[in-house]
Structure formats: C-alpha cells, structure tokens
C-alpha cells in the first residue's frame, strides 16, 4: 500500500504532531468522503506500508521527527510556486520553504525529495516570461538538492471556478503550453534535473520529460529497493500515477490558494480545524457510535 499524506489537504503543514501520533500508536482511521458512516482503519506498519507520498508546500513541521519514520520508506514532493499573497494567502515566504527543502535534501538525500511547480496559471501579473523567469531562479536555487520538478496546468474544477475571477485567468492554449515546456526543460537540463507533468493532456516526451507519473513503479523501487508491479490510478483523468491510499480530509487545508480543488468552503475549513484532535484517530473529530469499522487490506 502507497499511503498519500496528502492530496485532500497540507498534513505536514498543519497536522504534523497528529500524524507522528498515528505513526507511534501504528495505526491511523479515515472516513469515507462520500459515505461518512464507513470508516476504514489502516495500520501503519512495514507489513501494510510499501511507501508514504507527502505532499506539502511546508514542510517545516515534520522535519524535526523525521527518525520516528526510520521504518519506513517515504518521499516528499514540495510544492513551490512564484506566487503571492494574492493567490496563496498562508503559504509561507518562498525564501524561507526553499531554505526548508536544501536541509529536507541534505537529511534524506536529494532523491527522496521531488519539487512540484504546479499549477501554472496565466494572468497579467503571472505571465510567461514571468514563470520562465522564476522558474529558472528556483532550479538555479535548489541544483544539487533535488533530481525531478513536477509540473501542471491549473485545471479549472468545480470547486475552483468561484476563484477564476478573482485569478484574472488568461487561456493556457497549446501553443502557450508547448512555449512554457521548451523553455522549462532547457533549465531543467542545465541544472541537471529531470522533468514531467502530472494528469496533463500533453505529451512532453519528445522535448525530454520523462514520461511517468508522480510515483511510478520505477520511483517506488528507488525508494524501497523491492521490485514490486503497483496498481495504476484509473479514477482521475490522464493521470499515470500509482493507486495511493489518502488518509486526510476535503475543506481542511488553511493555506487557502486560490486555485484549490480539494478547499471549496472556507468556512468549513474553520469549523473542520476546530474539530480537529491531535489525539484522534481522525484528522476531524472522532468515531461515532453507528460509525461502519473496517480494516483496510494491504
């Protein structure tokens, strides 16, 4: 099992000291978003835990535990993007995150630790020639300390149309797409990285992106030096990633981008945090007594 901390929501920004809790008491629960009865009990063990996937635009707050994970193979992919307050209100100064990802680096090595530069969005303050610009600062930045830089196009989602005024979005055609590739994997070349994309309709494999998904099965075997075939993701469109299990929440995340598809109440968002015990098996609250309790098989 490939455990995702996490796609729904920033664990290791905001949840730290709950998920070290679940790695001491080996096991975490999670409900069903889509059936909030059920719950299912996954236990954190080497038996049960092939790899952990963080995903996280900070992470600071894990850093300091990182022994209590000596049991367990684990990557991280930070998200670091050029913008600013206007479009991520609490995620921390890039300065500093990218400080962060050097030491995260030197702790775990380098290939443990992959970039994310994604969404890209296209606005008259973000253009161009301004993610080429940025983009070039940040591989210049972290050459030596990362090996791969994820990228994507913003996907306007339900949940995130209600922000598309406020982004002052321009159309990502294909010619702008194919503009920012060239241009992107030139600097990855020269800063001896590798790149690819995630869920994109694109096909970058004959400019030099690799041609994987965000984990792979080649990626898990760097990782656990076992050679192991995974399961593709089918539910999400164009991706080629591996099937993860998400032990988070939607509307729990108090970075409050812009572009978010797994935050779409805010509201709910600071009700959910106010809910939240660190001493829970839950991220949000806890069990009910009509709760459906089962544990997940490997």
């Not at 680096?105 to 380098?110: D, E, L, M, P, V």
Request: charged share 25%.
């Amino acid at each position: 099992m490939i455990l995702s901390v996490s796609e729904r929501t920033d664990i290791c920004a905001f949840y730290a000291d709950w998920f070290y809790k679940r790695i001491e008491e080996g096991y975490v629960q999670v409900r069903n978003p889509f059936y909030k009865e059920q719950v299912s009990t996954i236990l954190l063990d080497r038996d049960h835990i092939d790899a952990i996937i963080f995903c996280t635009k900070n992470p600071i707050p894990m850093m300091d535990r990182l022994h209590l994970l000596k049991d367990f193979a684990y990557q991280f992919q930070v998200t670091i993007t050029p913008y600013l307050k206007d479009i991520e209100p609490h995620v921390p100064a890039k300065g500093t995150i990218i400080q962060a990802v050097k030491k995260l680096s030197n702790q775990i090595g380098k290939e443990r630790v992959v970039i994310r530069y994604d969404p890209i969005l296209l606005n008259p303050i973000y253009t161009i020639e301004h993610h080429i610009k940025m983009f070039e600062k940040l591989c210049t930045m972290l050459e030596g300390y990362t090996e791969k830089i994820i990228i994507s196009f913003i996907d306007l989602k339900k949940n995130t149309l209600k922000n598309s005024y406020d982004l002052n979005l321009e159309e990502i055609t294909d010619e702008k797409a194919w503009q920012i590739a060239k241009a992107f994997v030139t600097i990855t070349r020269k800063h001896q990285m590798q790149i690819l994309t995630c869920a994109e309709k694109y096909d970058f494999s004959d400019l030099g992106f690799l041609n994987e998904g965000c984990t792979s099965n080649e990626s898990l075997y760097q990782l656990t030096h076992v050679l192991k075939k995974y399961p593709r993701n089918t539910k999400r469109p164009l991706c080629n990633c591996l099937q993860t299990v998400d032990i988070s929440a939607y509307n729990t995340c108090l970075h409050f981008c812009k572009y978010c598809y797994a935050n779409y109440d805010e509201a709910q968002v600071l009700h959910h945090y106010a809910r939240h015990d660190p001493d829970s098996s839950l991220l949000i609250g806890h069990l009910h007594e009509n709760d459906i309790i089962k544990i997940r098989k490997k």
